[in-house]
């Protein structure tokens, strides 16, 4: 089987973080990297991002595809209509302890073996989007990283290519 005929991972491993907070019970939360295939009220975009509450008492007609998310949720009162390409889900996390797992949100994912862009992520405060560099967990850069990834900036998640 070619690795372009193999299906990507990551709406299995969204689905499997979202179980396991419900099972737990913890609150699942999804951040989204907002782009023009995202449907999501823009005047909750920061930084190019919105966190969305994904557990059933905030989301109402929560569908977790392999192509896509979509749902219904309130905002200021208001039921707005959600849609999210899976690419560009950047994490699924337990609000209360911040544990999860974060995905490279990178758009060629859609079409690209997704399990090369995956990795775990160390637990980090639930409010991790979005703060100040010195509130995130750090990841793990010891030697044995493989050398082909830069560096990512400051303040925001780092992902680490398994092989």
Not at 66 to 75: G, P, S, T
Not at 88 to 101: L, T
Not at 139 to 155: A, E, N, Q, V
């Amino acid at each position: 089987m070619s690795e372009a005929a193999i299906p990507s991972t990551k709406p299995f491993l969204i689905r499997a973080i979202y179980e396991w907070c419900m099972d737990s019970g913890f609150t699942p939360y999804m951040s989204v990297v907002v782009d023009a295939s995202t449907r999501v009220p823009m005047e909750h975009v920061r930084n190019g991002e919105i966190v969305l509450n994904i557990g059933p008492l905030a989301a109402n007609k929560l569908q977790l595809g392999n192509e896509f998310v979509e749902l219904q949720a309130r905002f200021g009162g208001i039921a707005r209509e959600i849609f999210v390409p899976i690419a560009a889900v950047s994490a699924v996390y337990a609000r209360e302890n911040g544990r999860g797992m974060s995905f490279d949100p990178d758009q060629r994912e859609a079409t690209a073996f997704a399990a090369e862009g995956i990795a775990l992520v160390s637990p980090a405060p639930a409010e991790s989007v979005g703060v100040p560099a010195d509130k995130l967990t750090p990841i793990d850069t010891s030697p044995d990283t493989p050398p082909d990834i830069p560096p990512r900036p400051s303040g925001k998640p780092t992902l680490r290519r398994i092989k």
